[in-house]
C-alpha cells in the first residue's frame, strides 16, 4: 500500500505556481512578449484614467492571453515528454492549443483598440485631460503592473544571479505600503514614502520569515521603484 501523498501548503503551491510562470517566461517568447504588452498597456491605463469598467475589460483581456500561452506551453511539454514521434494527433494538440492564443491575442487587441481609442483621441487630438482616476482602478492597475515586472524580473535572474531573484512576497508587500502612503496624503513626499515602504516591508519579511534577505531586498527595491513610477504616471498629465 501506497503511503499517503502529503499536500504542500497554501505558500508550497504558491511557491510551485511563481516557480512555472517564471520556468515559462525563461523559455517562451511569446510570453515574454504579452508580459511587456501587459505592463505597456497597464501603465496607459494609469496614464488616461480608464474607468472601472474600462479597467475589467483590459484586465480580462490581459488575463485571458497570459493564461492561454501558459495553457499552449504546459500542452506543448506535456506532448513533448509523451511522445518523440512525429504523430498526427500530436501535431493536432500542438496547433490546437497554439490556436486558443491566437483567438485571446486577436480579442485582446481589439478589446485594446476599442478601449484606449477615445482616451487618446480625446488628449492627442483636442488635448482633454481625464478625469481623476478612482482608488481601486489605480490599485488594480498599479499592482498588476507591478507584479508584471516583478515576474519578468525573477525570470531574468537566472544563474549567478539566482540568489538576487526578487521574492514576489516582498515585491508585493512594498506595493501595498506604498499605495497606502500615496492614498493617505504622502504622495508629494516621494523620498519619506520610499523609506517608509522599505524599512516597514522589510522588518514584516523578516518577521514572518518569507524570504532571504537578498530576495527581500531585490524585491522591495523593485516593488517601491515600479510602485512610484505606476502611481507618478497617473499625475503626468496635470
Keep these: 500500500m501506497k503511503p499517503a501523498r502529503r499536500r504542500p501548503s497554501w505558500l508550497g503551491s504558491f511557491r510551485f505556481a511563481t516557480d512555472g510562470l517564471v520556468s515559462a517566461l525563461r523559455t517562451e517568447r511569446n510570453l515574454r512578449f504579452h508580459f511587456a504588452a501587459a505592463a505597456a498597456a497597464m501603465l496607459l491605463s494609469l496614464l488616461l484614467h480608464l474607468d472601472r469598467e474600462a479597467m475589467m475589460w483590459l484586465l480580462l483581456a490581459v488575463t485571458m492571453v497570459i493564461a492561454a500561452e501558459l495553457l499552449n506551453t504546459a500542452v506543448e511539454y506535456a506532448v513533448d515528454v509523451a511522445t518523440q514521434d512525429h504523430h498526427p494527433f500530436a501535431k493536432i494538440a500542438k496547433d490546437v492549443s497554439a490556436a486558443a492564443v491566437l483567438v485571446t491575442a486577436a480579442f485582446a487587441a481589439v478589446s485594446g483598440a476599442l478601449i484606449f481609442y477615445e482616451p487618446l483621441e480625446g488628449f492627442l487630438g483636442e488635448r482633454i485631460v481625464p478625469e481623476p482616476m478612482g482608488m481601486a482602478e489605480t490599485s488594480v492597475a498599479c499592482t498588476a503592473f507591478v507584479l508584471l515586472i516583478a515576474y519578468a524580473a525573477a525570470a531574468v535572474c537566472d544563474g549567478r544571479l539566482q540568489r538576487w531573484r526578487p521574492s514576489i512576497q516582498a515585491t508585493a508587500a512594498a506595493s501595498g505600503i506604498c499605495q497606502f502612503a500615496w492614498f493617505v496624503g504622502l504622495d508629494g513626499v516621494s523620498v519619506l514614502l520610499s523609506c517608509v515602504a522599505l524599512m ?34 497617473t499625475r503626468l498629465l496635470y
Excluded at 201 to 219: D, E, K, Q, S, T
Excluded at 223 to 230: D, F, I, K, Q
Aim: charged fraction near 5%; charge should be positive.
Design 200 to 233: 516597514t516591508a522589510f522588518v514584516l519579511l523578516i518577521a514572518a520569515r518569507l524570504a532571504a534577505w537578498r530576495p527581500a531586498l531585490c524585491g522591495i527595491c523593485l516593488g517601491t521603484g515600479m510602485t512610484c513610477l505606476a502611481l507618478g504616471c
